[in-house]
């Protein structure tokens, strides 16, 4: 069963950036789909970046042009560098595959304020 070990969260400014990284127990990493989530409070878990083993991203419209992802498979690790952090990304950050399986990690805590 896959594990993910997510980090790099915590509490910015608006305006600030945050690299959160997930470290992922599944082989073959280089081939998976891997993706970022977030859940807000009181919201449902959405999407927030996707990419293939070929590197291929897709990012969701909401943080298009803020966020990229990335992933190293030496550390089979993906990687999420969020800039211009708004208020509205305050959620709890998850990494999971791109068709999600149950075993959701921990996640890590993104909190915008000032």
């Known amino acids: 069963q896959a594990q993910f070990v997510e980090s790099g969260g915590g509490l910015v400014q608006p305006g600030g950036s945050l690299k959160l990284s997930c470290q992922v127990s599944?082989?073959?990493?280089?081939?998976?789909?891997l993706a970022w989530y977030r859940q807000a409070p009181g919201k449902e878990r959405e999407l927030v970046a996707r990419?293939?083993?070929?590197?291929?991203?897709d990012i969701a419209d909401s943080v298009k042009g803020r966020f990229t992802i990335s992933r190293d498979n030496a550390k089979k690790t993906i990687y999420l560098r969020m800039t211009s952090l708004s208020i509205e990304d305050t959620a709890v950050y998850y990494c999971?595959?791109?068709?999600?399986?149950?075993?959701w990690g921990q996640g890590t805590q993104v909190t915008v304020s000032s």
């Open positions: 999971n595959f791109g068709n999600p399986s149950p075993s």
């Open positions: 599944e082989d073959p990493f280089e081939y998976l789909l």
């Open positions: 990419i293939t083993g070929g590197g291929t991203i």
